[in-house]
């Protein structure tokens, strides 16, 4: 099985080691973890960020699978790249899967970043008057029933890895559902 | 053409009022919008979340393109719930058009929220050291060319707008594009 690693783990300054600990905990499990930054793009010319979206797609649709770093990323919810892609792959109808390192439900997140309060209506509200979603998910409910129905439930640690985006074990649990499934 | 109307506008304290403007817009074009606040759901049911869902994707699928809007919400890019119907469009292979009322390009979108400098090896990072996308687009890459590919480039006003959640002048450029395909 050919799993596409999606993630912010491509912005990291060790994006490209992240990426070879990624392939090789894939392989210790029998399948094939395919990661944008494999694609050889020169990032200095002028269609760089076109041929980057060309790879990206190209390797998806190789994919059977998908395994998605949802990691809150500027901001209380995931990476947009990311969430594009595990959208585009549950459209394809392939196998979705996604870890989350911070296990905080929404709200919480939403706080960190100003106040959450309830309006007059009862409604959760950010500082802004827009609706904080409140079913005790996470993130946003369309990704986390889209891996419901497309995959396996959104993986998270029991706390706060202590290095968020370098702590590989809820990825490893991805990788383990995925083998099960193609077994 | 039936025409998905995806945005972070659900959670506006006035969301059922821009639903029936957007709908409006969209009937005068000649073509209609379909706004998910018009799933009936009993947002106090215990699967509310799941019915969203399930509402929204049987919406998505009824259409024959998805309308997005990508204004930024909560950071520096675009509603992951969004991103996530864009992506779902896009895999599905239906028409995908988007625009977004903040036109500036990421970068400074990102500055909003924290320093954003050059890292000794030349990268443009956050605060935190995370690789800022610079390639001239108002946001990440995959969402700015999908839309290249399965529809139109995103649609951006001149300047900012007096109110950037209410305001439809882009929108409104989206439905023409819409239905100059639909006709």
Known sequence: MKIYLAGPDVFLPDAL?????????CARH???GLYPLDNVIDRGASDASLRIFEGNQAMMDACEAIIAN???FRGPGADAGTVYELG???G?????LGYSNDPSPYPARTARFGTVTTSSEGRLIDMHGLTVED???PDNLMM???LDSYGCPLVVPQEL???IWRDLASFEACVRLAAARSA
């Open 30 to 32: 029998g399948v094939t």
């Open 17 to 25: 080691d992240i990426g070879r600990r990624k392939r090789e905990i």
């Open 161 to 163: 890895p202590a290095d």
């Open 88 to 90: 585009y792959m549950a």
């Open 144 to 146: 986390i029933h889209a």
């Open 135 to 137: 079913f005790g998910h």
């Open 70 to 72: 949802l990691t809150p």
């Open 92 to 96: 394809r109808g392939k196998l979705c």
